[in-house]
T-cell receptor, first 116, second 111 residues
Framework: KAGVTQTPRYLIKTRGQQVTLSCSPI?????VSWYQQTPGQGLQFLFE???????NKGNFPGRFSGRQFSNSRSEMNVSTLELGDSALYLC???????????????FGPGTRLTVL | DAKTTQPNSMESNEEEPVHLPCNHS???????IHWYRQLPSQGPEYVIH???SNVNNRMASLAIAEDRKSSTLILHRATLRDAAVYYC????????????FGKGTRLHILP
């Protein structure tokens, strides 16, 4: 079974631009969660989508948004990029989602975003 | 949110067992204990989870204290490939269904 894929793997943008990252979950998984990882803050939860609906959201500004399509693929958008948005963005898919405490998250390799 | 405390880093020799501790003194009775690890340049991967009883799988064992305020991830025979950051996470039953990752323990394996 193919794992979680993320595209692109690397991205360089300048301040003020916007960016869209894509995540394809494991076949059959309906939940996709997004995380930001930086050396200073570690892994931080952004949001979760389940069957095209946002279920949960972390403490990030409104510049960070996402959506999920009917095939469970998800996109994350960051508008008006800031230098501090430079990070590794990870997505994870799962069958039942974060509401189920025994559910396992399967992570993709991440997209490394650099903002200049 | 329920929090976990882990040592920043640990070292172990190759082919020896490794015991990675995690304190979660504010754990509630319905919280599951999960462990994930992140190998260099990869996303995190699931290792194991448990509620009250000790658990074993092909990757590791999870030993949970009787009062559930701490747990230990046991790698029975460490290899160089086990060098990673190990995260101990509580999956709580509450309105905010998030996973909160702490800083984790960076495990160094010495050949």
């Amino acid at each position: 079974k193919a794992g979680v894929t993320q595209t692109p793997r690397y991205l360089i943008k300048t301040r003020g631009q916007q960016v869209t990252l894509s995540c394809s979950p494991i076949s059959g998984h309906r939940s996709v969660s997004w995380y930001q990882q930086t050396p200073g803050q570690g892994l931080q939860f952004l949001f979760e989508y389940f069957s095209e609906t946002q279920r949960n959201k972390g403490n990030f500004p409104g510049r960070f948004s996402g959506r999920q399509f009917s095939n469970s693929r998800s996109e994350m958008n960051v508008s008006t990029l800031e230098l501090g948005d430079s990070a590794l963005y990870l997505c994870a898919s799962s069958l039942a989602g974060l509401a189920v405490r025994t559910d396992t998250q399967y992570f993709g390799p991440g997209t490394r975003l650099t903002v200049l | 949110d329920a929090k976990t405390t882990q040592p920043n880093s640990m070292e172990s020799n190759e082919e020896e067992p490794v015991h990675l501790p995690c304190n979660h003194s504010t754990i509630s009775g319905t919280d599951y204990i999960h462990w994930y690890r992140q190998l260099p340049s990869q996303g995190p991967e699931y290792v194991i989870h448990g509620l009250t009883s000790n658990v074993n799988n092909r990757m590791a064992s999870l030993a949970i204290a009787e009062d559930r305020k701490s747990s230990t991830l046991i790698l029975h025979r460490a290899t160089l490939r086990d060098a990673a950051v190990y995260y101990c996470i509580l999956r709580a039953l509450n309105r905010d269904d998030k996973i909160i990752f702490g800083k984790g323990t960076r495990l160094h394996i010495l050949p």
